[in-house]
C-alpha cells in the first residue's frame, strides 16, 4: 500500500497552515517555499483542500490561507479524503464493488480489519500533534545550526 504523492503533499501543506494558526494567512509562495513542494503543483493541493472545507483563503485575493478550523479538529483521514474518496486496501472493500468469492473468502474479514486499523490510525492522528512535532524539529535544527 501506498500513499499518493497529493496525499502526502497535501498533510505537508496542511501542517504548514497548522503551524500558522493562530497568525494570518499563509502565502502560496511560502508553502512552496517552506516544504518543497512547486508552486504550479501546491495550485491543485490546494484547489483540492479548498474544495474538501478544509481550507479558505484569509481574505481575499493576495491575503493567503488558512485551516477552516482548528488543527485539533481536523484529522489525517479528512485530510486523506480530500484527495482520495476512500480508503480501501483492496478493491473488494470499495463501496458497490461486487465479488464473486465474497461468500467463501477467508481474507475479506483479514482486508476489512486491517483497512479499519489503518482509517482509525488516520482519524486519531490530529494535524495539531504533527504541526506541533514539525515546530519542535524545526526549533531543534534551528538551535543545533552554528555561526561562524
Not at 496525499?7 to 499563509?26: D, F, K, P, S
Not at 516544504?35 to 479548498?50: R, V
Not at 482509517?119 to 552554528?146: C, P, R, V, W
Request: negative net charge.
Amino acid at each position: 500500500m501506498k500513499f499518493n504523492t497529493k496525499t502526502r503533499y497535501g498533510i505537508r501543506t496542511m501542517i504548514e497552515l497548522a503551524m500558522h494558526w493562530q497568525g494570518e494567512g499563509v502565502f502560496q509562495k511560502e508553502i512552496s517555499e517552506r516544504q518543497e513542494i512547486s508552486f504550479k503543483y501546491l495550485d491543485h493541493l490546494i484547489s483540492s483542500l479548498k474544495a474538501s472545507g478544509l481550507i479558505e483563503s484569509a481574505g481575499g485575493r493576495m491575503s493567503g490561507y488558512v485551516l477552516t478550523k482548528d488543527p485539533g479538529d481536523i484529522n489525517m483521514y479528512d485530510i486523506y479524503k480530500a484527495f482520495e474518496p476512500e480508503l480501501t486496501i483492496v478493491d473488494c472493500l470499495a463501496d458497490g464493488s461486487t465479488c464473486t468469492r465474497s461468500g467463501e473468502c477467508a481474507t475479506k474479514e483479514f482486508w476489512d480489519g486491517l483497512n479499519k486499523l489503518i482509517i482509525g490510525y488516520l482519524e486519531d492522528t490530529k494535524l495539531l500533534d504533527l504541526s506541533q512535532k514539525q515546530k519542535k524539529l524545526n526549533e531543534d535544527q534551528a538551535a543545533s545550526m552554528f555561526y561562524i
